[in-house]
């Protein structure tokens, strides 16, 4: 939650001048990640423009299908519905909360023309089961790392598996640029028309940018210093529900449809904040993961479900509760920045799910999940002081 360097590296991107020779920040950026991916990297205004990008260039449109996992964010549904594609939801392994590749294999049909592998919250998905379905049925391998930068499967980097990966920098992520998305290229023959498609992007709107920056500015100074209060909390409802500070989800993508802004080439100012945030990457994964190694070893209440340990990353750490409802409303209570990431099995609450093509009963085991799920606080900067608070509160819960 400290991320106070994000401040200092806007107003240096807005008034110091760089020389004629040094590289615009977006290149600078495609350049570190090309470096460390040894793929091609495409940056762009965020992860669900990267798939809107992806699926334009692989010529998937009306008539088409793609496969994604439910307990997901709209982020994932929202691009797929824009090009004209269907979604098509396959349920969940509940130990991992990633697709599991039995239910995607039923899901296919002479219509599937792509699949999206969620590793979901950093834990690596079922990557070699879906790249024999992707190379069986020759179809497209698309790897949502939005959640997953930095981690790992069997020593290579998640993002360098399948034809073509999507990054996130959006708020809350691994890193973040307060908004930003990356493409990675594995499949050659994708490379060009990703060219064109993002050589024709225009410029993310001015003033979008400038709430991306008013809100994270405003959230420091103000809003999260009256979040657990009862009137500070609907006042900031409120001014989500009408665009007004919520930039992460407009209003338009809760119903399915296109905001204008998805999707535009990153700006300058965000690239320079993700390149910070990118030298902290380790960093930030050592400490979100010793936080997650600790809540393994010292949380006993057998009603908190923790699901398995794993190799991956630890963008959030989960707890499984039959009341979590109950659990949030008292954590909140207590001021613990507990979340909810996916209370729903298309996120967040209030997407109209039959817009992005999810009927409910359609994939039973991510509905139970969404409804018991617990992130248990693992931000940057919380000490373990913190993290002890929060694990007497669990095994003291009744």
């Known amino acids: 939650m400290a991320k106070s360097h994000i401040v200092k590296t806007v107003f240096k991107s807005l008034f110091n001048r760089q020389s004629e020779t040094a590289l615009e920040p977006v290149e600078k950026l495609k350049e570190r990640l090309e470096n460390y991916f040894s793929l091609r990297a495409f ?53 991992t909360l ?4 039995k239910e995607v294999e039923k899901k296919i049909t002479p219509k599937t023309k792509a699949i999206i592998l969620q590793h979901t919250f950093g834990r690596p998905g079922p990557i070699q089961e879906l790249l024999e379905l992707a190379k069986k049925h020759k179809i497209l391998l698309i790897e949502d790392c939005a959640h997953a930068l930095g981690a790992q499967f069997s020593g290579k ?39 064109n498609n993002i050589s024709a992007l225009t410029p993310m709107p001015v003033n979008r940018t400038g709430k991306e920056l008013l809100n994270f500015i405003t959230w420091r100074l103000l809003l999260r210093r009256i979040y657990f209060n009862d009137s500070g909390h609907k006042f900031i409802r409120g001014l989500n529900s009408y665009d007004f500070f919520n930039v992460v989800t407009a209003r ?3 119903i399915g449809q296109r905001p204008q802004w998805h999707p535009s080439a990153m700006p300058n100012v965000l690239a320079s904040i993700a390149i910070e945030e990118f030298g902290e990457l380790e960093k930030y994964n050592e400490a979100r993961g ?30 499984l509760h039959n009341e979590a409802s109950r659990v949030l409303s008292v954590a909140r209570a207590r001021k ?36 018991q799920t617990i992130n248990l606080p693992n931000y940057l900067g919380m000490n373990f002081a913190q993290v002890n608070e929060i694990i007497d509160f669990i095994n003291n819960f009744k």
């Open 336 to 371: 613990f920045w507990f979340g909810n990431w996916y209370n729903t099995p298309v996120y967040p609450m209030g997407v109209d799910e039959k817009a992005l093509g999810y009927e409910r009963g359609g994939c039973p085991i991510a509905e139970r999940a969404a409804e």
């Open 157 to 195: 980097k998640l993002g360098t598996f399948g034809d073509v990966a999507i990054l996130s920098f959006g708020r809350e992520k691994v890193i973040s640029s307060l908004t930003g998305g990356v493409i990675l290229v594995r499949n050659s023959t994708l490379i060009k028309p990703i060219i």
């Open 43 to 95: 940056p762009l205004n965020s992860g669900r423009s990267a798939i809107y990008v992806i699926l334009k260039a692989a010529g998937i449109g009306s008539g088409d299908e793609v496969i994604i996992q439910a307990y997901t964010c709209n982020a994932v549904p929202n691009p797929i519905a824009w090009v004209g594609a269907k979604p098509i939801y396959a349920d969940i392994d509940p130990n």
């Open 252 to 254: 338009k993508e809760m």
């Open 290 to 319: 010793e936080i997650a190694d600790y809540y393994q070893e010292k949380i006993k209440n057998p009603d908190f479900k923790l699901l398995p340990k794993h190799n991956g990353i630890y963008l959030r750490v989960v707890a």
């Open 98 to 101: 990633n697709v599991d590749p």
